[in-house]
């Protein structure tokens, strides 16, 4: 029975489909994480900027999830770093209300190249939505 009663598409087409959630914030990652694991993805998690690059490093993925303001630091040159190295990749930036203005967000993550940005806290489907309109790109 899916998690939500939210229409799926073909989990066996996302099997290949490899998400990076990129959060400090251990339980929205996991949470996050385990919402998209459920609808099929391969999912891995980093806490911390670095952490990502280096899962990048040696994993290709389809779409990154980054936290656009990890642990009170602005981290606005991880999606270009991780843009570098991994050029295929799709990204969509989350930022807490608060933490920026999110109008500044939206203009900061897509001059960086994100698809989109959500504003925290977000609904699950609207994570589903964003996650799966980013990869139908590719």
Same mark, same amino acid.
């Given at each position: 029975?899916?998690?939500?009663?939210?229409?799926? +598409?073909?989990?066996?087409?996302? #099997?290949?489909?490899? /998400?990076? %959630?990129? *959060? =400090?914030? =251990?339980?929205?990652?996991?949470?996050?994480?385990?919402?998209? #694991?459920?609808?099929?993805?391969?999912?891995?998690? !980093?806490? #911390? $900027?670095?952490?990502?690059? +280096?899962?990048?490093? +040696? %994993?290709?993925?389809?779409?990154? %999830?980054?936290?656009?303001?990890?642990?009170?630091? =602005?981290?606005?040159? %991880?999606?270009?770093?991780?843009?570098?190295?991994?050029? $295929? +990749?799709?990204? /969509?930036?989350? !930022?807490?209300? $608060? !933490?920026?203005?999110? *109008?500044?967000? =939206?203009?900061?993550?897509?001059?960086? $190249?994100?698809?989109?940005?959500? #504003?925290?806290?977000?609904p699950p489907d609207q994570l589903l939505f964003a996650a799966r309109d980013a990869l139908k790109e590719n």
């Amino acid at each position: 029975m899916p998690l939500l009663n939210i229409p799926r +598409s073909n989990p066996k087409a996302k #099997t290949k489909q490899r /998400i990076l %959630i990129v *959060d =400090d914030d =251990d339980h929205l990652r996991n949470l996050h994480g385990f919402l998209l #694991t459920e609808e099929g993805f391969a999912v891995n998690h !980093a806490a #911390t $900027g670095l952490e990502a690059m +280096s899962l990048c490093q +040696s %994993i290709a993925f389809d779409l990154v %999830i980054v936290e656009l303001h990890l642990q009170g630091k =602005d981290n606005s040159l %991880i999606i270009p770093n991780l843009r570098r190295q991994r050029a $295929g +990749s799709k990204f /969509i930036g989350t !930022a807490r209300v $608060g !933490a920026l203005q999110p *109008d500044y967000c =939206d203009r900061m993550a897509r001059h960086l $190249g994100a698809h989109r940005v959500l #504003t925290k806290p977000f609904p699950p489907d609207q994570l589903l939505f964003a996650a799966r309109d980013a990869l139908k790109e590719n």
